[in-house]
């Protein structure tokens, strides 16, 4: 890993109940744990996209009548709902979070559904 986003480490951070705080710090190699797993997922915008997809009826029963999906077609079907990125990717860079989802788990958990 290159670099660390501090905005999203903050957030995935909180989500497990872990806060920063001014002069603390966590080492390089926590922080890569967290950035590159998330709840079981490969990391926090591919269990966002799945998380906006499922929680969402309407999203949700469109997924399951247009199975089955692969990587492109989950991608796709993702970006028509939501152009701009997910709502929570919006203080996070909006539609260039999804450079960083990995198509293929989600396509794999909307053929689950």
Do not use: H
């Amino acid at each position: 890993m290159s670099k660390i986003n501090k905005s999203i480490l903050k957030k995935q951070l909180s989500t497990l109940g872990i806060k920063i705080i001014k002069g603390n710090y966590i080492n390089r190699k926590d922080a890569e744990t967290v950035l590159s797993e998330y709840n079981g997922w490969a990391n926090y915008e591919t269990w966002n996209v799945d998380l906006w997809v499922s929680n969402d009826e309407g999203s949700y029963k469109s997924a399951r009548r247009q199975q089955p999906f692969d990587a492109d077609s989950a991608e796709e079907f993702v970006k028509e709902l939501y152009p701009m990125g997910t709502p929570d990717f919006e203080d996070m860079g909006k539609a260039k979070c999804y450079d960083e989802v990995n198509w293929e788990e989600v396509a794999e958990s909307f053929n689950e559904y």
